[in-house]
T-cell receptor
Framework: TQLLEQSPQFLSIQEGENLTVYCNSS?????LQWYRQEPGEGPVLLVT?????EVKKLKRLTFQFGDARKDSSLHITAAQPGDTGLYLC?????????????FGQGTRLTINP | ETGVTQTPRHLVMGMTNKKSLKCEQH?????MYWYKQSAKKPLELMFV???????ENNSVPSRFSPECPNSSHLFLHLHTLQPEDSALYLC????????????FGEGSRLTVL
């Protein structure tokens, strides 16, 4: 069974601080995706990382994929209250023309003004 | 309408009832998914359909019965459910292939009494 361990599960920090969320697995994935979910909505994709060692930036968010394609991290610089939400990492594997995504438990992030 | 639409948004049912959840995608995708989101568990993959063929059944109890009549519609038929089945049921679609984004609906919040 493929499992993704996400940490921390809860994080509450002040506006302007930096933070890092980790996503670790013993399994190799074809890609790793990060989603953000707001209350009452479904998850929305932030980024997909495919290549081991890959780094992608999305404004103040920096995503890294581990060299062995088993782990990833999300770093947020100068967090804003609008960054509050549930952040989910998901490892992808192939299943007959579709994707099988295995999700971590999620990190519930609260940014206090 | 655009994106992925799920109905109903909220459903309360008794353990002996039979109900169905509906998902419709307007994105021209050819893969569709059912996920279950419980309060203290990661998002759990239930079923994957690719080109209307079920390609993954993730050890889901038979009281959940999926149906995919065409590439735009996906149903989850529910019967003889248990209170522990209460959760948010999320439908998603993707273009197919192995690195594409999943587009999620807003979910159907199910409560089993």
């Amino acid at each position: 069974t493929q499992l993704l361990e996400q940490s921390p599960q809860f994080l509450s920090i002040q506006e302007g601080e930096n933070l890092t969320v980790y996503c670790n697995s013993s399994s190799v994935f074809s890609s790793l995706q990060w989603y953000r979910q707001e209350p009452g909505e479904g998850p929305v994709l932030l980024v997909t990382v495919v290549t081991g060692g890959e780094v992608k930036k999305l404004k103040r968010l920096t995503f890294q994929f581990g060299d062995a394609r088993k782990d990833s991290s999300l770093h947020i610089t100068a967090a804003q209250p609008g960054d509050t939400g549930l952040y989910l990492c998901a490892g992808a594997s192939r299943v007959q023309g579709a994707q099988k995504l295995v999700f971590g438990q999620g990190t519930r992030l609260t940014i206090n003004p | 309408e655009t994106g992925v639409t799920q109905t109903p948004r909220h459903l309360v049912m008794g353990m002996t009832n039979k109900k169905s959840l509906k998902c419709e995608q307007h994105l021209g995708h050819n893969a569709m998914y059912w996920y279950k989101q419980s309060a203290k568990k990661p998002l759990e993959l239930m079923f994957v359909y690719s080109l209307e063929e079920r390609v993954e059944n993730n050890s889901v109890p038979s009281r959940f019965s999926p149906e995919c009549p065409n590439s735009s519609h996906l149903f989850l038929h529910l019967h003889t459910l248990q209170p522990e089945d209460s959760a948010l049921y999320l439908c998603a679609s993707s273009q197919g292939g192995y690195t594409g984004e999943l587009f999620f609906g807003e979910g159907s919040r199910l409560t089993v009494l």
